[in-house]
């Protein structure tokens, strides 16, 4: 059974604090993405990858940045927390980009204060 | 800048009603996709359409493509509480990407 998986469910941090979230998948998919939800929004990507060390920015890269030195784990690094990142984050994998057929994880609602 | 608009965003309805929901674009999709998302899960993909005017059936759920694939809708015959979560549509922008609509936030009452 094809699966997702988030180091956190809930996250609660500080402002200006270093925050970590992983992702592992265990499909052997190149592609990993980053979303965050919010009421009335959506899911925007943040960041994507397609292969092991290479990254591409999404729609709100702005404040984030990422890691993937393994194919099964995609990390997202907020350098410096901001109360505005306060959201549901996201991870998902696709065997294929293009086909629409991505495989979410459970999410991490992270809070900054 | 593709958009994909969702209505309505909220439905509230009693188990044994139908419901239709729309996802809106005034761009052509080569494809659409919808997931439902469960409260305190990830989204959960429910089908993919693409060639326009198509109809796919998922038991009591029935997606439809428009002819010019520029929107879809999902219908659902009898709703059951099970049934409740949120909607998403969404379509590959061309660059190996997808958009997501805000989506639907669907409740079934007992």
């Known amino acids: 059974d094809v699966k997702v998986t988030q180091s956190s469910r809930y996250l609660v941090k500080r402002t200006g604090e270093k925050v970590f979230l992983e992702c592992v998948q265990d499909?052997?998919?190149?592609?990993m993405f980053w979303y965050r939800q919010d009421p009335g929004l959506g899911l925007r990507l943040i960041y994507f990858?397609?292969?092991?060390?290479?990254?591409e920015k999404g729609d709100i890269p702005e404040g984030y940045s990422v890691s993937r030195e393994k194919k099964e784990r995609f990390s997202l690094i907020l350098e410096s927390a901001s109360t505005n990142q306060t959201s549901m984050y996201l991870c998902?994998?696709?065997?294929?980009?293009?086909?629409?057929?991505?495989?979410f994880g459970p999410g991490t609602r992270l809070t900054v204060t | 800048t593709q958009l994909l608009e969702q209505s309505p965003q909220f439905l509230s309805i009693q188990e044994g009603e139908n419901l239709t929901v729309y996802c809106n674009s005034s761009s052509v999709f080569s494809s659409l996709q919808w997931y439902r998302q469960e409260p305190g899960e990830g989204p959960v993909l429910l089908v993919t359409v693409v060639t326009g005017g198509e109809v796919k059936k998922l038991k009591r759920l029935t997606f439809q493509f428009g002819d010019a694939r520029k929107d879809s809708s999902l219908h659902i015959t009898a709703a059951q509480p099970g049934d409740t979560g949120l909607y998403l549509c969404a379509g590959e922008d061309g660059y190996n990407k997808l958009i997501f609509g805000a989506g639907t936030r669907l409740a079934v009452h007992p």
């Open positions: 499909m052997d998919h190149e592609n």
């Open positions: 990858s397609y292969d092991v060390k290479m990254k």
């Open positions: 998902a994998s696709a065997s294929n980009p293009g086909d629409g057929e991505q495989y």
